[in-house]
């Protein structure tokens, strides 16, 4: 269930961030929901310890969500979704999203520590120490 919050912003602040909202192709409303689910709600990432940053930059969809999504694709695909099943997929649909990013960012993060290699060094087959070399 949602809640509508009212607030009052200046005008200049308001045109950049429609500014913004139409440049990424998204409403205001869900451009201010990522900034406080990016900034106030989620925990900074750096934060984390090694093993949290490892984890999280090997996440995955369950297999059971994967599979229901995969359904629900079809179905879209062939013009069977009702408005229940429509909505779920935008939810699996925005948790997939969130977790890619999640999954990016901890990757990036894990890079920068010396925990993986970066994935340029992992698609091409260069081991870490190569990396490294006098």
């Known amino acids: 269930m949602n809640e509508i919050v009212q607030i009052e912003i200046p005008e200049a602040m308001a045109r950049q ?43 995955r969809l369950p297999t059971a969500q994967q599979d229901e999504l995969s359904t629900l694709l079809f ?30 960012r901890a990757l990036e993060i894990a890079v920068n520590r010396g925990l993986r290699p970066p994935l340029s060094a992992q698609n091409h087959g260069v081991d870490d120490k190569s990396l490294h070399s006098d």
């Open 17 to 59: 961030m429609r500014q913004l909202a139409d440049y990424a192709g998204v409403s205001l409303e869900n451009l201010i929901l990522d900034w406080l689910r990016h900034d106030a709600i989620e925990p900074p990432l750096e934060s984390l310890d090694n093993d949290q940053i490892l984890n999280l930059s090997d996440i």
């Open 75 to 104: 179905d879209n695909q062939e013009g069977h979704l009702d408005s229940t099943k429509k909505a779920r997929l935008d939810e699996i649909l925005d948790l997939v999203q969130n977790g890619t990013l999640l999954k990016a």
